[in-house]
Nanobody, 116 residues
C-alpha cells in the first residue's frame, strides 16, 4: 500500500517557524521527485517547493523563497519543509507529492494556521 503521511502542522504566530514532515512507504522513494503543495480555502492548490531524487536541485515559489527550505532523507523515506518567518498568508493545508515517470502519489495533508 502506497502512503504519504504528512505531520507537523498546527497553529503558529506570525514570524514563527514550523517543520513539516512527510513519511513515505510502499514505493521506491529515492527515485521520486518530491514536492510540497498548499491550498487555502477557496483557492487553487499551488506548488510551494520541489526537490530532485538525490536532493541536489530545489525549486521554490517566489512567495516562499528565503523563508522555506525543502529537504529529504532517503534513508528515512521522508521529505521535510522547514518554514520560517511565517506570514498569515501561509495559512493553508499542506500536501506532499511524489512523482516518477508519470506516476503521482499524494498525501492527505496537514493544516498550518498562522495567526496571532
Amino acid at each position: 500500500e502506497v502512503q504519504l503521511v504528512e505531520s507537523g502542522g498546527g497553529l503558529v504566530q506570525p514570524g514563527g517557524s514550523l517543520r513539516l514532515s512527510c513519511a513515505a512507504s510502499g514505493f521506491t522513494f529515492s527515485r521520486y521527485i518530491m514536492s510540497w503543495y498548499r491550498q487555502a480555502p477557496g483557492k487553487e492548490r499551488e506548488l510551494v517547493a520541489a526537490i530532485t531524487s538525490a536532493g541536489g536541485i530545489t525549486n521554490y515559489a517566489d512567495s516562499v523563497k528565503g523563508r522555506f527550505t525543502i529537504s529529504r532523507d532517503n534513508a528515512k523515506n521522508t521529505v521535510y519543509l522547514q518554514m520560517n518567518s511565517l506570514k498569515t498568508e501561509d495559512t493553508a493545508g499542506y500536501y506532499c507529492k511524489g512523482r516518477f515517470n508519470g506516476v503521482e502519489y499524494w498525501g492527505k495533508g496537514t493544516l498550518v494556521t498562522v495567526s496571532s
